[in-house]
């Protein structure tokens, strides 16, 4: 096991990391821009590093100057948690090279997975189903008018580099083509130094789901079940659920044995999300995450499974110690992202937090680096915590997420709670018959639809 842990990220996360670092005996190195001085990972971290000034380009993802802190603390690995450099094939490379451990999979495999057409050829030619479009890059306007034309309107636009939605059009008719091909190729070239394309079908009404995996690079592999991942904003997850509320159970087991089987043929080490598109009779591979989930919590509450201490343990060279008969999916989890901005206009709103009070009780769990007094910067995403709530059936679930919204004080900022109240308290999500779209509808109609009876009356 690992004697030091120099984790690269910042927030929740890299508390989160923290702490499982800590129950592991395994001592912590925080690194940080001179903006996140006072941050919580920061002020209880064994040792901690300024890396720079606070936009990321100058310390979260100064690569040098981490390697530097790596070297100048004596730390064995480094975590690169969600986000940032987490997904860096050539970041993973140079911890490598430099001595370290880098908390992850292999860099192959992240280049692999990161590379959104080779990803889906690998996982077809594994044996997953695979969204209907070309299978390599678009060369021209002219070629990509033909894949379309040929799979059919609506089509996907996407960046093959991409990720968050960024890079991605969604085009009704051939008119809108070439616009699309434009400001994909440019959203694509300034968020991913790449402006490679590829066209898939576009599915509407479909859901989100996606599958947690476990494997230890030696054979071993499990599944710990299904998230649904639907209710999105501009391609950005706003809350997930665990297990799927559209999934029966022949299909839940279906696809996780599925994935854990693709998984399992390509050698991979470490935890791995595989994300599909469910039409509601059929699924769809549409890219696999090679990092930790800011959603991970929703698998942990279900499972009982700590999946970062995984992801450490495994990355130490520790074979997996779970069988897939050993893992016993028990109740229902919800995650809402809490972010600092204003919950009608999204607008976002960074500022000293006046006040703070996390909610409590059986089942409720809160992942945030916040505290009163704290100010919360601008630079960065404006996701500031993360309420998790179980319960012995999805309808208990919703009941405790409301009261543990409720009790949730932040002053100072404005924050998404109000709009995760009013999402919860709706029909179509009390009776979980939503779909990515749905969110966007909401949002776009306002919320007079809803509250015409309560989460109890389900």
């Known amino acids: 096991m690992f004697d030091k842990v120099l984790i690269a990220n910042r927030g929740e996360i890299a508390l989160r990391i923290h702490r499982a670092c800590r129950e592991l005996g395994i001592h912590t190195v925080a690194v940080h821009s001179t903006a996140d001085s006072e941050a919580m990972h920061v002020r209880l971290a064994d040792e901690s590093v300024c890396l720079g000034p606070p936009p990321p380009g100058e310390s979260y993802l100064n690569i040098p100057a981490i390697i530097a802190a790596a070297e100048i603390t ?29 908390i992850g999979p292999s860099v192959r495999h992240i280049r692999l997975m990161g590379d959104k057409i080779e990803a889906k050829a690998t996982m077809k030619r594994a044996g997953l189903p695979v969204v209907p479009g070309g299978d390599a890059p678009v060369r021209s306007d002219a070629e990509a008018a033909r894949i379309a034309s040929e799979i059919g309107y609506p089509v996907l636009v996407k960046a093959a580099a991409g990720g968050g939605g960024r890079g991605m059009k969604i085009v009704h008719d051939s008119d809108q083509l070439p616009q699309a091909l434009a ?55 706003v809350l997930e659920e665990s297990p799927s509320p559209a999934l029966n159970d022949d299909e839940r087991v279906e696809i996780g044995e599925q994935s854990a089987q693709a998984i399992r043929a390509l050698g991979y080490r470490g935890v791995g999300t595989v994300e599909y598109l469910y039409t509601g009779s059929a699924f769809y591979f549409i890219e696999m995450n090679t990092r930790l989930q800011v959603e991970h919590p929703v698998t942990e509450m279900v499972t009982g499974i700590d999946l970062v201490r995984e992801q450490i343990r495994i990355a130490s060279g520790t074979p997996l110690g779970y069988a897939q008969g050993d893992i016993a999916f028990s109740g229902h989890a919800i995650e809402c992202r809490i972010n600092a901005e204003n919950p009608e206009t999204f607008v976002p709103s960074p500022g000293r937090i006046e006040g703070y009070h996390a909610p409590g009780g059986l089942g409720v769990r809160v ?11 601008p630079y960065y995403d404006s996701m500031i915590a993360k309420v998790i709530v179980h319960g012995a059936s999805r309808n208990e679930c919703l009941m405790r997420l409301r009261r543990a919204l409720e009790e949730y004080v932040i002053t100072g900022v404005e924050t998404s709670i109000p709009l995760h109240l009013r999402l919860i308290a709706n029909p179509d999500f009390v009776n979980g018959v939503y779909d990515t779209r749905w969110l966007e509808r909401f949002v776009a109609g306002g919320d007079k639809s809803q509250a015409s009876r309560s989460v109890a009356d389900a």
Not at 86 to 100: P, Q, T
């Open 367 to 377: 992942d945030s680096a916040l505290y009163a007094g704290y100010t919360i910067p």
């Open 74 to 102: 004596n730390a064995d690995a480094v975590h690169p948690g969600y986000g940032f450099l987490s997904e860096n094939a050539n970041f993973a490379l140079i911890v490598e090279e430099h001595g370290f451990t880098f």
């Open 183 to 237: 400001g994909a190729r440019a959203e694509a070239q300034a968020s991913f130094a790449s402006d490679i394309l590829y066209i898939e079908k576009y599915f509407d009404g479909v859901r989100h789901i996606e599958v947690q995996i476990l494997a230890d690079g030696i054979g071993n592999v499990i599944h710990l079940g299904e998230r649904d991942c639907s209710l999105q904003r501009r391609h950005q997850k």
